[in-house]
């Protein structure tokens, strides 16, 4: 009987494991349906439509990484932080990238001062924040407004990042092998980077190529860089959330957890393109 009963208990786990998996793909699912529609509607329309967007998403990352870093989502030192980031991005959106800058570094100064008021020991992570949310927000909207082929630019940074996730997790699930990391993401293997390299290395030729941004082997090499860099984002957030102990930095997207669990990978990736553009370092019609 006791056999019998281990058997009948290592099914109805297995079971609920199967259930668990099932409704956890469903709600990304379902999160990805909804969510999708507006993001595309804003990134193709641009202006302020895009705007509107990355203060959005600027607003929703800053209420997450105070909350990760503090445990503080709704007191004061929350309150100042999101407005301050979403101050910057709307300073670089109307008086220019330049300005937008001066306004972190300027920021980022009281941002000491008042996390060591606030959190104590924590105000260096409190600080850090504003450039980690703001400048990834400020490159896109600036990559955005490139006449005529910013969203041309986005699109192919979103689908080589994409690619990079899709070929690191298939990689890393068929071949296995070491780990590059494993106190920090114990599921990630060098097998699933360079999978994923290659992945986002196709994905960035062919679709670089539709936009003639530049040649293919160009941009297959930036496909590559792009998914590397962008596992050092996720490999940053990941330290970030072992370090405080979280598992999500919010629960805001079903299925997904929160914003900066979504976008981690993007967030590097958008601050490498701008960089990457504005030494114009890619040939392109909008370089």
Known sequence: ??????ANDALAQQVSDIEKKS?????????????????????????????????LITGLMAWEWCGLVTADRSGKGNVVFVLSSLTCVTFSILLGVTVGLTAVGGLLLVMLGLGRWFYADRAVWYAFG???VTLPMMALVWIREIDPFGMAYIVWLLLAVWATD?????????????KI?????????????FGGMIS???????????FDLDTP???AFYGAIFAIIAQVGDFFESWVKRTFN?????????????????????????VALWAILSLKLIGGVGA
């Open 130 to 132: 504003l450039p980690y």
């Open 1 to 6: 009987m006791t056999l019998i009963n281990y």
């Open 23 to 55: 409704s956890g793909l469903k709600a990304r699912v379902i999160s990805a349906v909804i969510l999708a529609p507006p993001v595309l509607v804003a990134l193709y329309l641009g202006g302020y439509f895009f705007d509107a967007l990355a203060l």
């Open 181 to 193: 990391a494993p106190r920090i993401s114990p599921n990630k293997t060098w097998a699933g980077l």
């Open 200 to 210: 986002s290395g196709i994905v960035a030729a062919t679709v670089g190529s539709f």
């Open 166 to 178: 899709i070929g690191a997790y298939f990689a890393g699930k068929g071949i296995g092998g070491p």
């Open 217 to 219: 082997i160009i941009l």
């Open 246 to 270: 979280v598992k999500d930095a919010s629960n805001l997207i079903p299925g997904h957890g929160g914003v900066l669990d979504r976008v981690d990978g993007v967030l590097t990736v958008a």
